[in-house]
C-alpha cells in the first residue's frame, strides 16, 4: 500500500486548505486512517483519525477548525483544515493502519512523504 498526501502549501492565518490522501489499496479494508503532523525538532503527532466504523477523533488544538472524512469508493483521506493559525505550520502526513477491521488500539505502519503546511501571520 502507497499512500501519497496532497493539497499542502502557504495560507494566511485564518484560511482553509483541504489535504487529500490517495491509497493505492482499498481503505475500506483497512482498521484505520489518520492524519499526523510534525513540527521542525519534534517527533509527530495525530492531528486526527477515523476508524473504519466511522469513530473519530481530534487532537484538542485542532478541534472545531479540522475535519478528517474519507471517501471509500475513491479511496481518498481528506483533511479539511479551517481557521488556521500559525502554529499549525508542520509536514502533514497521512497514516494507515492496515489491518483488517475490528482493532481498538491503533497502530500505523504505513505512511504517506508528507505535505508541507505554512500558515502565515
Known amino acids: 500500500v502507497q499512500l501519497v498526501e496532497s493539497g499542502g502549501g502557504l495560507v494566511q492565518a485564518g484560511g482553509s486548505l483541504r489535504l487529500s490522501c490517495a491509497a493505492s489499496?482499498?481503505?475500506?479494508?483497512?482498521?484505520?486512517m489518520g492524519w499526523y503532523r510534525q513540527f521542525p525538532g519534534n517527533q509527530r503527532a495525530l492531528v486526527a483519525s477515523i476508524t473504519s466504523t466511522g469513530r473519530i477523533t481530534y487532537y484538542d488544538p485542532v478541534k472545531g477548525r479540522f475535519t478528517i472524512s474519507r471517501d471509500n469508493a475513491k479511496n481518498l483521506l481528506y483533511l479539511q483544515m479551517n481557521s488556521l493559525k500559525p502554529e499549525d505550520t508542520a509536514v502533514y502526513y497521512c497514516?494507515?493502519?492496515?489491518?483488517?477491521?475490528?482493532?481498538?488500539?491503533?497502530?500505523?505502519?504505513?505512511w504517506g512523504q508528507g505535505t508541507q503546511v505554512t500558515v502565515s501571520s
Open positions: 489499496g482499498s481503505i475500506f479494508s483497512f482498521n484505520a
Open positions: 497514516a494507515a493502519d492496515s489491518r483488517p477491521p475490528g482493532w481498538v488500539r491503533l497502530e500505523y505502519d504505513t
